[in-house]
């Protein structure tokens, strides 16, 4: 289930939190104040997406690249025209004689129409763009799928749709096992239908299909 949090008192400028259910990664949508967001909060952000790079939606960016350097990981940046050099001139505007290179990757996703998406990778300590591709779709990982409309604020502005895709739950509450990997044995089993699979439960072997009504 998708969740979203506003991250920003009355007062700030908007930043918008999307957590997913029984997973660790959320996604960020604007990088406006939020002084509710939280250091192990923006360290578990797989994506940002930015509306526009209006002051109000974008003057936080550098509080949270700050807080993701060191990561390792890459982060998938979404943005509208030009949004891949504004992100360049963020971070060359600081000085990195310190910084690995494998600190961290950033994955830029320029919005030039509804079909052209230009992909472009970042990487410290001296932060030149690298064009990778164009592709015609914005965002998918294993939970969702983002879909977008540009927008006029006499400027391109991107709403996106967020859909999250048809997953396996299983019912804890429901059963009285203790946790294992056969609960993931079990899911691929039902996702395979197959219904014969033997699952092996602390000392006992159940066939899949007595245990699918988890």
């Given at each position: 289930m998708l969740q979203a949090e506003i991250k920003s008192?009355?007062?700030e400028d908007i930043s918008i939190l999307i957590k997913i259910s029984n997973?660790?990664?959320?996604?960020?949508?604007?990088?406006?104040?939020?002084?509710?967001?939280?250091?192990?909060?923006?360290?578990s952000v797989?994506?940002?997406?930015?509306?526009?790079?209006?002051?109000?939606?974008?003057?936080?960016?550098?509080?949270?690249?700050?807080h993701q350097i060191g990561s390792g990981e890459k982060i998938v940046i979404c943005g509208p025209k030009n949004i891949?050099?504004?992100?360049?001139?963020?971070?060359?505007?600081?000085?990195?004689?310190?910084?690995?290179?494998?600190?961290?990757?950033?994955?830029?996703r320029e919005i030039i129409s509804k079909e052209e998406i230009n992909v472009y990778k970042i990487r410290p300590p001296h932060w030149n763009l690298?064009?990778?591709?164009?592709?015609?779709?914005?965002?998918?990982?294993?939970?969702?799928?983002?879909?977008?409309?540009?927008?006029?604020?006499k400027t391109d502005s991107i709403a996106y749709?967020?859909?999250?895709?048809?997953?396996?739950?299983?019912?804890?509450?429901?059963?009285?096992?203790?946790?294992?990997?056969?609960?993931?044995?079990?899911?691929?089993a039902f996702e395979n239908t197959d219904s014969e699979k033997e699952i092996q439960i602390e000392e006992t072997v159940y066939k899949s299909s007595d245990l699918f009504h988890f």
């Open positions: 008192l009355l007062k997973s660790a990664k959320h996604y960020l949508c604007d990088c406006g104040e939020a002084s509710l967001l939280t250091v192990k909060e923006i360290q797989s994506a940002i997406f930015i509306s526009h790079t209006h002051i109000d939606h974008f003057s936080n960016f550098d509080g949270i690249f700050r891949h050099q504004q992100i360049e001139a963020r971070l060359k505007s600081y000085t990195w004689n310190l910084i690995d290179e494998n600190a961290i990757e950033y994955e830029i690298e064009l990778i591709k164009t592709q015609n779709f914005l965002f998918e990982d294993d939970y969702v799928n983002v879909d977008f409309a540009i927008l006029d604020h749709l967020f859909k999250e895709k048809d997953s396996i739950t299983f019912n804890e509450t429901a059963s009285e096992f203790k946790k294992g990997k056969w609960i993931s044995e079990l899911k691929t």
